[in-house]
């Protein structure tokens, strides 16, 4: 009677939740797992020999994975090799410069900035409410040969003639960078926010400096959210092309892995090669997942124990 009268309301609970939980995993069939196979239907699919459109096929027992071969072969040894390392060299020096921009900024707001952390956190946010695709037009102004940065450049006598938008790299990383630094920024800051400030001056009370304290305390305890803030600047940035498309007028000198993906979908007949690219895409990111997962459980069981 007791354990039938006391299993109830724990079932209850549990469909309680379970049907709580309805919407999202319908959101997340309709909108990830449903495109995912699409694509995977597109890239293991075939191709009408006439119209030379794909011909998704739906059964995986019958698809064919010669065209992933042949993508695979470009990549790794052919004219797709150079895409992904020059997306991986613009991924990894944007990420750098926002770990180099963000990370101060977060710490100083977590940290220090109590008057004017209401203020700062506003700042932060304010790119959200404005287009990404409105913030790369406002830096193409910036960066014509009459721009305002080319104008700072004469007036400060470095030159100034200099056309930034014709196939610079370094315009596309610092666009990168300028684009999704909010996105680092703001779960880092989260992270910073959360230390107990208990092991700082308890650090201090053992008498070592502010900068030895950092480093031995601070740094450590904020690696699991410098990883989260990472993963989530890394993400978008690899599916990128509207950056190179504006700030470098779709250069082949600077095309990411997410331009040739956009070229082969939509102004191609080569749909296959586009999906087959987007499974390696997904395939380099899952990678990068399991080790932020593996290191956050980590980290966990560290802080636990």
């Not at 006439?50 to 992933?68: E, H, K, N, Y």
């Not at 952390?117 to 304010?126: D, F, P, S, T």
């Not at 193409?140 to 200099?162: A, I, K, M, P, T």
């Amino acid at each position: 009677m007791v354990n039938a009268a006391g299993a109830a309301p724990g079932g209850h609970r549990n469909g309680f939740w379970g049907v709580l939980s309805l919407p999202g995993v319908a959101w997340l069939l309709a909108l990830f797992v449903v495109p995912f196979y699409a694509i995977c239907a597109v890239a293991f699919g075939r191709v009408d020999p006439i119209l030379r459109t794909p011909d998704p096929v739906w059964s995986p027992f019958s698809w064919d994975f010669s065209a992933m071969d042949k993508v695979l072969g470009r990549v790794f040894g052919g004219d797709l090799g150079g895409v992904v390392v020059r997306t991986l060299s613009f991924v990894g020096t944007a990420l750098a410069m926002c770990c180099l921009i963000g990370y101060p900024v977060a710490y100083y707001v977590a940290r220090h900035a109590s008057r004017w952390r209401g203020v700062l956190l506003a700042a932060l946010v304010m790119p959200f409410w404005i287009s990404y695709l409105m913030r790369m037009l406002a830096w193409v102004n910036l960066l014509q040969v009459d721009g305002y940065f080319n104008r700072l450049l004469e007036w400060l006598h470095l030159g100034g003639s200099r056309n930034w938008l014709d196939g610079d790299w370094s315009t596309v990383v610092i666009g990168l960078v300028y684009g999704y630094i909010p996105f680092f920024i703001l779960p880092l800051y989260a992270s910073l926010e959360r230390l107990d400030k208990r092991l700082i001056e308890a650090g201090r009370d053992l008498g070592a400096s502010p900068a030895r304290v950092f480093r031995r305390v601070t740094l450590p305890l904020s690696v699991p959210g410098l990883l989260s803030a990472s993963v989530i600047t890394v993400l978008p940035m690899f599916g990128d092309y509207y950056t190179n498309t504006f700030l470098s007028s779709g250069s082949p000198r600077t095309e990411m892995i997410g331009n040739q993906i956009e070229r082969d979908l939509r102004g191609s007949s080569q749909a296959q090669t586009g999906a087959s690219l987007v499974l390696i895409l997904s395939a380099m990111l899952l990678v990068m997942m399991t080790y932020y997962l593996v290191v956050t459980v980590r980290a966990q069981r560290s802080v636990a124990t």
